[in-house]
């Protein structure tokens, strides 16, 4: 039974958790935090950590994390390159899952994309990704689009910086051959919508993943957790967590 530590217990996301860790019967919730809690207290006794958060939050739990020698599931989205680093040296210590999303689901699209840009390319096909989120999500575009563009600038030979256009407005002439499209809606309480379609004369093929529920997140991240139990020190994702990994 993996004893997990759940932080943020008041937030909709720390409630998703606290039931999935609950319904799991490989784990069980023994330890909660919310903000003004002492956190090195929350991981006392706790076979993994699971911080859905903020990504402002993120040193913080990696701290703990290290002077317990806690497995960690990092679920927050938004870090800068430098969070991001830090992350990274934490994992030559301990066993950390950090992921943009931790559906099964959206791991499928992931591992589909890679395939579809693959076989199709970007040289008669145009590429674009549209994601829609609540209207409380503060960090855009999402970190599971933001992984999408990732394997689709990885399978097409393009860039972030260079390639990638945020909307369009104005005059702006004709798409650049190698151009992806990225688009970002707001509003509701749209748990995570997200397409990559990839459009050229005369067809059109478009891959979606559809989130009705934060309950497909909780139950990925407490699988995570449980996964890390048996894993030594390394930096991971759901792509292993599954086996998608070739």
């Keep these: 039974m993996t004893k997990l530590l759940i932080t943020g217990k008041s937030g909709r996301m720390g409630q998703s958790l606290i039931q999935a860790g609950t319904e799991n019967p490989q784990s069980e919730v023994t330890s909660t935090h919310d903000v003004g809690e002492d956190l090195a207290a929350a991981f006392a006794g706790v076979d993994a950590a699971i911080d859905f958060t903020v990504h402002q939050f993120t040193d913080e739990v990696l701290k703990a994390a290290i002077e317990s020698n806690t497995p960690l599931v990092i679920g927050t989205t938004g870090h800068s390159d430098e969070q991001k680093a830090r992350i990274e040296e934490a994992a030559k210590k301990l066993p950390i899952v950090f992921a943009p999303n931790f559906s099964i689901g959206v791991n499928t699209l992931f591992w589909l994309t890679s395939k579809a840009a693959q076989i199709l390319g970007n040289d008669s096909f145009d590429i674009e990704v549209t994601e829609m989120h609540h209207r ?22 393009t860039s972030y910086q260079d390639d990638v256009t945020h909307g369009r407005v104005g005059n702006i002439g004709p798409r650049p051959s190698k151009e992806i499209g990225m688009h970002t809606l707001r509003g509701g309480d749209v748990v995570g919508d997200h397409t990559v379609m990839f459009a050229a004369d005369g067809e059109r093929v478009e891959l979606t993943h ?34 998608l990994k070739s």
């Design 136 to 157: 409380h999500k503060i960090d855009s575009p999402s970190g599971t689009a933001r992984r999408l563009l990732d394997i689709l600038n990885e399978e097409t030979n």
């Design 210 to 243: 559809k989130a009705s529920s934060r309950m497909t997140f909780a139950s990925g991240a407490v699988r995570a957790a449980i996964w890390l139990q048996s894993q030594p020190a390394g930096l991971y994702d759901m792509q292993d967590v599954l086996g």
